[in-house]
Each structure stands twice: as structure tokens, then as C-alpha cells.
């Protein structure tokens, strides 16, 4: 019988990083890690689970910005030219440890998974790995959702309805351009809610979005079964609330499972150890040492000895961790089902990077998860946030508060000293926008590419990773000369309309640079 | 199970941890600071300095126990009553620093559950590394293949915005036009101040109604953090020019925004809802809420996340960082038990664990 639902939820987002005016662009990289380490490897379990006939289930959130460079031709090009030069260098270490006991394994491994995520990449998917999330979303196992355009932080931006409406409406569009439907669900951009913003996603068909605990917890009418069923917000729009225990098992890393020592390390990168001659050829064309996704140690401990990575450990610990987490998860669903009788949901929304990329072993454990829950005990069921409303489709109602998953809950993350300059312009750049499209509703084509493009411009000015990198003091530089090169575009276009001096050379040269949402219409901010 | 993290990231998080809490806590310009508000930001600071004068006075203790020992071998006395003395000293010495070392740190650590729970979280929290690290590549900076463009100063508008930052911390900015500071001058007789004007609305709705008090600022284009004293309020504001007589002239108003609850909702009636997979929307039926319901949330909860929730301190460390939640609960749960109290939970104060025991 079952006790309780389990729903993994995985939030896979990148900001848009595309610079077709440089040959190589080094925060391209953050997409092509992504690629590899995570959106891949995700897609090679799917196939393995659908193979083997295990029920499966599981919700993950594309963004926009992630779904459109997953799409783009220029970025697929050039994760292929970066993808072949890491399996030459796994080639060239294949050749050099071939002696090595210690270390060979390691390489094995990374040449094995270099191939295969090249052959599912170009071959399996066709270089667009969307269409494969879309092939399992239509085999009813996995549940793929939206969120903010360009992930703005909503909270922050909402002194403009428009640029929120245009937020969630251009994401919906892209959504359903992608993914032959209109998304049912959504991860709202850090978790970012406010009272109020669920009637704009009820618009957009939107039933459903996952919120932080105290979301629920401080809602305005006190939640009956805490975070373990949804509300419904006023509107009708469905608010799941996060489980603290199942995130603290996977998310910490002092308790969590990727601090375990078996475990690969993510800091020590053979960019960084190898010889600078040998790893030129791979690493910036500056000169500039990056990762390289080869990492050959374990963490080890708390030491600088770090000790070679064994990948046979490392999936066995992954194993005995999904057993562990699994066994957690029916004492949980036991516990609570007796208390409040009836099965209860446990949300477990994690970002998707955190897997793969951070924690390398992670697809690994979910993967266990997944087979274990699926086979080994009828207690835990795997479920979707869309599933379980369909089978319970009475709720609680009630308004949930305003909350994010950001440090301390609110959004201290995005507006402290560090990044709180942004918001002047933000908003002025929103206001503008409406101003314009309330102008000119029926423009001419080059005032409207115009219109357009600066529709594009704003959006990726209100991305809220440039305002969270700013926070976390790295690579400052980029996101602020993002956050201001995309204010500078906007403003001039504005400028130009106002001034009637449009410079169409101007406009075409942004529409191939942003060349994001091709098929937006600026008269969302009308 | 092994908890530590990497090696590079056990030297560089508590660093990085630190500066981000620095960095992350809005900034208050040496302006602001000048004026006195009603509701001024309130910080608590360690009590550190007797720790500091504790450890030195033991320290001196310890080294002038060294010293009679030094000269007891230097003067060559017959020296075993000499040595005796200054060895039973020296451990006297090191026994109180030992003593002195606990009783510092007892000034360091939180007495009551009131203080673990009314700790900064920026001193428990060791921020959970995931989110960040999908922008790490191992480069610290970069950006320089990037143009750096400029953006306007200013927009040429009255305007002044309202945002939310935390249930009790509010960001305001705001443009004032130079025409518009000399009208509302002139108007007002000439010597008046730039002036914030903070309306809470909560009961009236009303800014003209509400009670109000005023931050006098500087710069026609600037921003300000604004500490409150209790969440959960209707605020606006007004920016405008204040004589020496209290007479404010308004230059322009704010948006309204209400601050979050920072806490569980007075008990009230609970409605339920059905809504159909095809979007049909129906209140089924509301029920009082009863003491039964709010042992059943407890019990979901258990004490911990309970006594967090009622504190209202569950949202003030929630977020991502789920570290500091646990942290807060391990605290909490390690006080309740020299307390005496009955713990009843499991690593991380899950009741489950509890009722499997």
C-alpha cells in the first residue's frame, strides 16, 4: 500500500550565454559543463530506466534561456568542437597513464563517458537534447516545466504587472514552441512568489509551482498538513511546498551525501594540475587555465593529500546513499501517513547542476533512486506535482507568502549593496517598454524588429544571475557588464524610437548577437 | 557517514561564507547613518571584549608562572623547593586558563534557546556551495573580452520605488528632477530638506491617515535600507522637501507594498477547494481550526521545526541554505537536552525518526 509520494523535482537553468562575435567566449562553459556533466547524463538514465522497464517519475524545469541555447545552432556547433577536444585530451591522458594503476581507472572512465555523451548528443538526440526531454515528457515519465523568461526574480521586478505578465507569457510561449504544449507547471526563478502572482500564471494555464517551505508554512490561513500537501492558491494555481529533510540529505554539504569522501572532488581539475604546455591546447585560448571536467581525486578528507578517484567506490557509495535515502524516505511517508492520514507528497526540488556537475556521482544516486523505489518496496511511490492533482484534487486554499529559496528565504540575495543599483534601471527599462508598446500597437517591420529587440534586451537585463553573481563576489566583471551592456542597447533603441533616428544596421546586429526568443511580440508589455 | 567537504573547499568556504555575509548585508551609506529614525536598524554585537580580556589576563597568568620557574633555574638556589613551588604554580597557572578558556567560551556561546534562536545566521550558516558552483570554472575574474558600456545617470523623472527585502528590511530608491527640489523649495519658503516619509498603512489604507516619520536624505538620486520593527505591514512612502516648521511638500509617492509574516497565521477557518485537471474551480467546505489541528502541525513538524515556526525564526534561516536551518536545530536540540528536556528526535529533529524508535 502506498504511504507516500516522492517528488523529485529538478530546476535546470543557466542564464543565456551566447557571443557569436567572439570565436571562443570562456562563460560558454558554464553551458558546455552543464551539457556534459548533467542534461546528458540525465538524458543517458532516462534511457537506461525506460530500457529496463522501471516506472519512473520525475519533474524538471527547462528555462528558456536553457531550452533556447539547447537549441540554438551556433552553441550545438560549438559544444560539439568542445566536446571532441575533451575526448582528445582524454585520448592523450589515456595514453600517458597507461602505465599508471592509480590513476587509469579514472581516465577509463572519463574517455567511456566523453564518447557516450558525444554519441547521445550528436547521434541519439540529433545535437538537440530539448527533443529529448520532450520524447520522455510524452511517455508520461518525466514532467517538464517553465519558469520566468529569462529567470528573472519576480518579487523584485513586480512594481511593473508588465514585466512580470511578459516574464511568465514569453516563457509559456517558448515552452509550448519547444515542447508541443503549453507547460502545466512552473519553477518560479529562485523560487521567487508573491500573494498575487498565481493569478497571473492561472492566465497563462499555469496549475501548478513549487515555493519554499515557509511559503506554506506562513501562508494566510495555517496549513493543515504543513508542507506535505499543496494549497491552492485563490486562484486555483497549486503551491507545493519543499520537504526540509530530503533537501538537507542531499543539499548539505557538511551532512549531505556529495561530502561523503569517496566521492569525486570537484576542485582538483587536471587544467590546474597537468603541465601548462600539455593542457594549452584546452584550456582559454588566453592563456587562462579553466576546468576541464577531468578531475582524477577523491575527496578524501579534510587534507590536501587528496587520494585517487575510484569509480567503482564512488558508484557503491551512491548506491548504498539511495538505499539510505530511500529508507528515510519510507520512515517519513510512514510517520506521516499515520499522523495525518493520508498519504502525504514530499517535494524534493533540487537545482539540477547540483547533480553531475557538483555532485558528480548525483545522477548516479538518483538513478539508484529511482530503481529502488520503483522495485524494491511499495511504500514510496514516485509521483509528479500534476499527478498527485489529478488524484487529489481537493486541497487547502490559501494564500502562500511571499518567500524565495535564497539565503534567509527572502530576497536579500538580489537586492543588497552589491547588486541593488540594478533595480533603478530595471524598472525604468519596464516602464519604457509599456510606454512604447502602448504607442505603437501597430508598427511598421523595422519598428517593430526594433520593439522587438528591446523586448529581448530587457529580459536578459532582468536575468537574476547577474544580480546572484554580483552577490557572490566571482567573476563580478561579466555579469555586471551583462546587466549594463543590455540597459545600453535597450536605452539606445529607445532613444533612436523616441528620437525617430532608427539605425536598422543597429537593430540587426543585436537581433543576431540576443538572437533569444525569436518569436517574441513586444506588445506583451502593453 | 563521512561530512567533510573537499579539502580546497574546507580552507576557502568559511572565507568565502564570511565575505558573502558581509557582502550580503544591504550596505548603509555613512549619510544615512547620520539621521536618526524611529525604526533604526538595531544590530547586536558579540560580546567578545570580555572574552578577550579574560583570555589575556589567564595568558599573563600562565607566563608569569613561566617566569618564577626561569628565575628559580637562574638564581641556582637550592632549588627543589624552589622548583616545587614554581611547577605547583605554573599548573595552578595552566589550570585556571584551562578554567578561564571554558569560562570564555561560555561568554562566547548562546546561553538560552532565546539566544540560539535569536542568533545571526551569518555566524551559523555555512552556505550550501550547489547553487554557485555551476558558475565556477576555476577563474575568479573575468568579463574582459566584454565591452564596458555605460548606462544612464539618471531618467529625468520623480519617482520614488518601494521593494521588499526581507519581512522586517525595506529597499527604497528614488530620482528627484533638480526643477522639481527648486519648486518644492520655493513653495515651502527655500529652506527646505530632501525627506523620506514613511506611511504605515496597515489599518487606515490611507497614507494622509496613517501614522508616518521621516528620514531626511541628501542626493536627489539615491537609495536607502529601511529596518522595521515588526513584519507584516502595509508601507508606502512619499519623497518630498521638509521646512524647519514640519511643513512637507510631496514630490511623489511610492508604490504600496506589504511585508511578508514572519511567522504561523492566527488560527482561522480553513477552506477547501476543488480544482478539476480541466481548470473547474469549487470552495467545497471550510471547517473551524481546532487545538487538534495545531497538535497534528506540531507533530508534523516536530519540537524543533516547531518551536523555529512559532519563533518565527523558520523563514529568517530557511531559503537554500538549508546549513544554517540544521544548525540552528542541532542547537537547539543540544540545549533542550542539558535542559532536560525531552528531545524526541532524530539528527536534524525529524519526528519521524522519533516514532520509529
Same mark, same amino acid.
Not at chain 1, 526594433?450 to 546572484?468: K, P
Not at chain 2, 538595531?42 to 570580555?50: A, G, I, L, R
Given at each position: 500500500?502506498?504511504?507516500?509520494?516522492?517528488?523529485?523535482?529538478?530546476?535546470?537553468?543557466?542564464?543565456?550565454?551566447?557571443?557569436?562575435?567572439?570565436?571562443?567566449?570562456?562563460?560558454?562553459?558554464?553551458?558546455?559543463?552543464?551539457?556534459?556533466?548533467?542534461?546528458?547524463?540525465?538524458?543517458?538514465?532516462?534511457?537506461?530506466?525506460?530500457?529496463?522497464?522501471?516506472?519512473?517519475?520525475?519533474?524538471?524545469s527547462?528555462?528558456p534561456?536553457?531550452?533556447?541555447?539547447?537549441?540554438?545552432?551556433?552553441?550545438?556547433?560549438?559544444?560539439?568542437?568542445?566536446?571532441?577536444?575533451?575526448?582528445?585530451?582524454?585520448?592523450?591522458?589515456?595514453?600517458?597513464?597507461?602505465?599508471?594503476?592509480?590513476?587509469?581507472?579514472?581516465?577509463?572512465?572519463?574517455?567511456?563517458?566523453?564518447?557516450?555523451?558525444?554519441?547521445?548528443?550528436?547521434?541519439?538526440?540529433?545535437?538537440?537534447?530539448?527533443?529529448?526531454?520532450?520524447?520522455?515528457?510524452?511517455?508520461?515519465?518525466?514532467?517538464?516545466m517553465t519558469c520566468g523568461a529569462?529567470?528573472g526574480?519576480l518579487p523584485?521586478l513586480r512594481?511593473?504587472p508588465?514585466a512580470i505578465r511578459a516574464q511568465i507569457r514569453v516563457a509559456c510561449d517558448?515552452h509550448e514552441?519547444?515542447?508541443?504544449?503549453r507547460p502545466r507547471g512552473i519553477w518560479l526563478p529562485?523560487c521567487g512568489y508573491f500573494p498575487g502572482l498565481d493569478e497571473i500564471l492561472w492566465e497563462n494555464g499555469i496549475r501548478f509551482f513549487i515555493a519554499?517551505?515557509?511559503a506554506?508554512?506562513?501562508?494566510?490561513?495555517?496549513? $493543515?498538513?504543513?508542507?506535505?500537501?499543496p494549497l491552492f492558491c485563490p486562484s486555483g494555481t497549486a503551491a507545493f511546498?519543499?520537504?526540509?529533510?530530503?533537501?538537507?540529505?542531499?543539499?548539505?554539504?557538511?551532512?549531505?551525501?556529495?561530502?561523503?569522501?569517496?566521492?569525486?572532488?570537484?576542485?582538483?581539475?587536471?587544467?590546474?594540475?597537468?603541465?601548462?604546455?600539455?593542457?594549452?591546447?584546452?584550456?582559454?585560448?588566453?592563456?587562462?587555465?579553466?576546468?576541464?571536467?577531468?578531475?582524477?581525486?577523491?575527496?578524501?578528507?579534510?587534507?590536501?593529500?587528496?587520494?585517487?578517484?575510484?569509480?567503482?567506490?564512488?558508484?557503491?557509495?551512491?548506491?548504498?546513499?539511495?538505499?539510505?535515502?530511500?529508507?528515510?524516505?519510507?520512515?517519513?511517508?510512514?510517520?506521516?501517513?499515520?499522523?495525518?492520514?493520508?498519504?502525504?507528497?514530499?517535494?524534493?526540488?533540487?537545482?539540477?547542476?547540483?547533480?553531475?556537475?557538483?555532485?558528480?556521482?548525483?545522477?548516479?544516486?538518483?538513478?539508484?533512486?529511482?530503481?529502488?523505489?520503483?522495485?524494491?518496496?511499495?511504500?514510496?511511490?514516485?509521483?509528479?506535482p500534476w499527478?498527485?492533482l489529478?488524484?487529489?484534487? $481537493?486541497?487547502?486554499m490559501?494564500h502562500p507568502?511571499e518567500s524565495?529559496?535564497?539565503?534567509?528565504?527572502?530576497?536579500?540575495?538580489?537586492?543588497?549593496?552589491?547588486?541593488?543599483?540594478?533595480?533603478?534601471?530595471?524598472?525604468?527599462?519596464?516602464?519604457?517598454?509599456?510606454?512604447?508598446?502602448?504607442?505603437?500597437?501597430?508598427?511598421?517591420?523595422?519598428?517593430?524588429?526594433?520593439?522587438?529587440?528591446?523586448?529581448?534586451?530587457?529580459?536578459?537585463?532582468?536575468?537574476?544571475?547577474?544580480?546572484?553573481?554580483?552577490?557572490?563576489?566571482?567573476?563580478?566583471?561579466?555579469?555586471?557588464?551583462?546587466?549594463?551592456?543590455?540597459?545600453?542597447?535597450?536605452?539606445?533603441?529607445?532613444?533612436?524610437?523616441?528620437?525617430?533616428?532608427?539605425?536598422?544596421?543597429?537593430?540587426?546586429?543585436?537581433?543576431?548577437?540576443?538572437?533569444?526568443?525569436?518569436?517574441?511580440?513586444?506588445?506583451v508589455?502593453? | 557517514?563521512?561530512?567533510?567537504?573537499?579539502?580546497?573547499?574546507?580552507?576557502?568556504?568559511?572565507?568565502?561564507?564570511?565575505?558573502?555575509?558581509?557582502?550580503?548585508?544591504?550596505?548603509?551609506?555613512?549619510?544615512?547613518?547620520?539621521?536618526?529614525?524611529?525604526?533604526?536598524?538595531?544590530?547586536?554585537?558579540?560580546?567578545?571584549?570580555?572574552?578577550?580580556?579574560?583570555?589575556?589576563?589567564?595568558?599573563?597568568?600562565?607566563?608569569?608562572?613561566?617566569?618564577?620557574?626561569?628565575?628559580?633555574?637562574?638564581?641556582?638556589?637550592?632549588?627543589?623547593?624552589?622548583?616545587?613551588?614554581?611547577?605547583?604554580?605554573?599548573?595552578?597557572?595552566?589550570?585556571?586558563?584551562?578554567?578561564?578558556?571554558?569560562?570564555?567560551?561560555?561568554?562566547?556561546?548562546?546561553?538560552?534557546?532565546?539566544?540560539?534562536?535569536?542568533?545571526?545566521?551569518?555566524?551559523?550558516?555555512?552556505?550550501?556551495?550547489?547553487?554557485?558552483?555551476?558558475?565556477?570554472?576555476?577563474?575568479?575574474?573575468?568579463?574582459?573580452?566584454?565591452?564596458?558600456?555605460?548606462?544612464?545617470?539618471?531618467?529625468?523623472?520623480?519617482?520614488?520605488?518601494?521593494?521588499?527585502?526581507?519581512?522586517?528590511?525595506?529597499?527604497?530608491?528614488?530620482?528627484?528632477?533638480?526643477?522639481?527640489?527648486?519648486?518644492?523649495?520655493?513653495?515651502?519658503?527655500?529652506?527646505?530638506?530632501?525627506?523620506?516619509?514613511?506611511?504605515?498603512?496597515?489599518?487606515?489604507?490611507?497614507?494622509?491617515?496613517?501614522?508616518?516619520?521621516?528620514?531626511?536624505?541628501?542626493?536627489?538620486?539615491?537609495?536607502?535600507?529601511?529596518?522595521?520593527?515588526?513584519?507584516?505591514?502595509?508601507?508606502?512612502?512619499?519623497?518630498?522637501?521638509?521646512?524647519?516648521?514640519?511643513?512637507?511638500?510631496?514630490?511623489?509617492?511610492?508604490?504600496?507594498?506589504?511585508?511578508?509574516?514572519?511567522?504561523?497565521?492566527?488560527?482561522?477557518?480553513?477552506?477547501?477547494?476543488?480544482v478539476?485537471?480541466?481548470g473547474?474551480k469549487?470552495?467545497?467546505?471550510?471547517?473551524?481550526?481546532?487545538?487538534?489541528?495545531?497538535?497534528?502541525?506540531?507533530?508534523?513538524?516536530?519540537?524543533?521545526?516547531?518551536?523555529?515556526?512559532?519563533?518565527?525564526?523558520?523563514?529568517?534561516?530557511?531559503?537554500?541554505?538549508?546549513?544554517?536551518?540544521?544548525?540552528?536545530?542541532?542547537?537547539?536540540?543540544?540545549?533542550?537536552?542539558?535542559?532536560?528536556?525531552?528531545?524526541?528526535?532524530?539528527?536534524?529533529?525529524?519526528?519521524?525518526?522519533?516514532?520509529?524508535?
Amino acid at each position: 500500500m502506498t504511504k507516500g509520494y516522492l517528488s523529485f523535482v529538478l530546476h535546470a537553468h543557466l542564464p543565456y550565454v551566447r557571443h557569436p562575435e567572439h570565436e571562443e567566449f570562456l562563460e560558454e562553459q558554464w553551458f558546455f559543463e552543464g551539457m556534459t556533466e548533467t542534461y546528458i547524463p540525465l538524458l543517458d538514465m532516462c534511457d537506461g530506466l525506460t530500457r529496463d522497464g522501471i516506472d519512473f517519475r520525475f519533474t524538471m524545469s527547462l528555462t528558456p534561456p536553457l531550452m533556447s541555447m539547447m537549441t540554438d545552432g551556433l552553441l550545438q556547433e560549438r559544444y560539439l568542437r568542445h566536446l571532441w577536444k575533451m575526448i582528445d585530451l582524454c585520448n592523450k591522458e589515456m595514453h600517458r597513464t597507461h602505465h599508471d594503476r592509480a590513476f587509469r581507472p579514472v581516465v577509463e572512465m572519463y574517455h567511456h563517458k566523453l564518447n557516450r555523451a558525444r554519441w547521445i548528443f550528436e547521434e541519439r538526440w540529433g545535437r538537440n537534447l530539448v527533443a529529448g526531454f520532450r520524447h520522455f515528457q510524452q511517455l508520461g515519465k518525466i514532467e517538464v516545466m517553465t519558469c520566468g523568461a529569462t529567470h528573472g526574480f519576480l518579487p523584485l521586478l513586480r512594481v511593473s504587472p508588465e514585466a512580470i505578465r511578459a516574464q511568465i507569457r514569453v516563457a509559456c510561449d517558448l515552452h509550448e514552441r519547444h515542447m508541443g504544449m503549453r507547460p502545466r507547471g512552473i519553477w518560479l526563478p529562485e523560487c521567487g512568489y508573491f500573494p498575487g502572482l498565481d493569478e497571473i500564471l492561472w492566465e497563462n494555464g499555469i496549475r501548478f509551482f513549487i515555493a519554499d517551505s515557509h511559503a506554506i508554512l506562513h501562508a494566510d490561513s495555517r496549513p $493543515k498538513y504543513g508542507v506535505y500537501a499543496p494549497l491552492f492558491c485563490p486562484s486555483g494555481t497549486a503551491a507545493f511546498g519543499r520537504d526540509y529533510e530530503s533537501s538537507k540529505q542531499v543539499w548539505s554539504a557538511k551532512e549531505g551525501y556529495p561530502g561523503d569522501y569517496r566521492y569525486r572532488d570537484f576542485y582538483r581539475d587536471v587544467g590546474f594540475d597537468l603541465d601548462f604546455d600539455y593542457v594549452r591546447p584546452y584550456i582559454h585560448p588566453d592563456g587562462i587555465r579553466v576546468m576541464t571536467g577531468l578531475k582524477y581525486y577523491r575527496i578524501t578528507g579534510p587534507t590536501d593529500h587528496k587520494q585517487p578517484y575510484s569509480p567503482h567506490e564512488g558508484l557503491e557509495a551512491a548506491a548504498s546513499h539511495a538505499g539510505n535515502f530511500l529508507f528515510n524516505r519510507q520512515r517519513q511517508s510512514e510517520f506521516l501517513c499515520d499522523v495525518i492520514g493520508k498519504p502525504p507528497i514530499i517535494v524534493a526540488p533540487y537545482d539540477a547542476e547540483l547533480f553531475g556537475h557538483w555532485w558528480y556521482e548525483g545522477i548516479d544516486w538518483l538513478n539508484f533512486v529511482m530503481r529502488k523505489t520503483s522495485c524494491d518496496q511499495n511504500d514510496v511511490k514516485l509521483i509528479t506535482p500534476w499527478e498527485y492533482l489529478c488524484w487529489h484534487p $481537493k486541497n487547502q486554499m490559501a494564500h502562500p507568502s511571499e518567500s524565495s529559496w535564497g539565503n534567509k528565504g527572502y530576497a536579500e540575495v538580489w537586492c543588497n549593496g552589491t547588486n541593488d543599483w540594478i533595480y533603478r534601471h530595471l524598472h525604468e527599462a519596464a516602464f519604457r517598454m509599456t510606454e512604447l508598446a502602448r504607442i505603437y500597437p501597430t508598427p511598421d517591420d523595422n519598428l517593430r524588429r526594433a520593439l522587438n529587440q528591446m523586448a529581448r534586451e530587457l529580459l536578459l537585463a532582468q536575468s537574476s544571475d547577474w544580480a546572484f553573481i554580483m552577490n557572490s563576489g566571482t567573476m563580478v566583471e561579466y555579469a555586471v557588464k551583462r546587466t549594463k551592456e543590455h540597459i545600453w542597447r535597450f536605452t539606445k533603441l529607445y532613444e533612436d524610437i523616441k528620437n525617430f533616428s532608427l539605425d536598422m544596421n543597429f537593430v540587426g546586429e543585436l537581433e543576431w548577437k540576443d538572437n533569444i526568443f525569436p518569436d517574441i511580440d513586444y506588445r506583451v508589455y502593453a | 557517514m563521512a561530512r567533510a567537504k573537499p579539502a580546497k573547499k574546507n580552507k576557502k568556504a568559511p572565507a568565502a561564507g564570511k565575505r558573502a555575509a558581509k557582502k550580503s548585508k544591504p550596505a548603509v551609506s555613512r549619510n544615512k547613518r547620520k539621521a536618526a529614525t524611529e525604526k533604526r536598524m538595531t544590530t547586536s554585537k558579540p560580546t567578545s571584549k570580555k572574552t578577550s580580556t579574560k583570555k589575556r589576563s589567564f595568558a599573563a597568568g600562565k607566563s608569569a608562572a613561566v617566569k618564577t620557574l626561569e628565575k628559580a633555574v637562574k638564581a641556582r638556589k637550592p632549588a627543589i623547593a624552589a622548583l616545587k613551588k614554581a611547577v605547583v604554580s605554573a599548573a595552578k597557572s595552566v589550570r585556571a586558563y584551562a578554567k578561564g578558556q571554558k569560562k570564555a567560551i561560555k561568554v562566547k556561546e548562546a546561553k538560552t534557546i532565546e539566544e540560539i534562536v535569536a542568533r545571526p545566521v551569518s555566524e551559523n550558516a555555512e552556505i550550501a556551495a550547489g547553487e554557485a558552483t555551476k558558475f565556477n570554472i576555476g577563474v575568479v575574474h573575468n568579463g574582459a573580452a566584454m565591452a564596458a558600456q555605460e548606462i544612464p545617470y539618471e531618467y529625468g523623472k520623480d519617482r520614488v520605488v518601494l521593494l521588499v527585502v526581507d519581512p522586517r528590511f525595506v529597499f527604497t530608491y528614488w530620482e528627484v528632477r533638480s526643477d522639481s527640489l527648486d519648486e518644492a523649495r520655493r513653495r515651502l519658503g527655500g529652506d527646505g530638506k530632501l525627506t523620506l516619509r514613511f506611511y504605515d498603512i496597515t489599518s487606515t489604507g490611507v497614507p494622509e491617515q496613517s501614522h508616518y516619520w521621516d528620514v531626511e536624505v541628501f542626493d536627489r538620486l539615491g537609495n536607502w535600507y529601511l529596518r522595521l520593527s515588526h513584519p507584516d505591514q502595509l508601507l508606502c512612502l512619499d519623497i518630498g522637501v521638509k521646512n524647519h516648521a514640519g511643513h512637507f511638500h510631496c514630490i511623489g509617492r511610492s508604490n504600496v507594498m506589504r511585508l511578508p509574516p514572519q511567522s504561523l497565521a492566527k488560527p482561522g477557518p480553513i477552506k477547501w477547494m476543488v480544482v478539476s485537471p480541466d481548470g473547474g474551480k469549487l470552495i467545497s467546505d471550510i471547517e473551524e481550526y481546532t487545538d487538534a489541528d495545531m497538535a497534528l502541525l506540531k507533530k508534523i513538524l516536530g519540537p524543533y521545526f516547531y518551536d523555529l515556526l512559532m519563533r518565527g525564526r523558520l523563514a529568517s534561516i530557511a531559503g537554500s541554505s538549508v546549513e544554517a536551518v540544521f544548525y540552528d536545530v542541532s542547537l537547539l536540540r543540544g540545549e533542550l537536552e542539558n535542559l532536560g528536556a525531552s528531545p524526541g528526535g532524530s539528527p536534524g529533529g525529524s519526528p519521524w525518526s522519533a516514532a520509529r524508535a
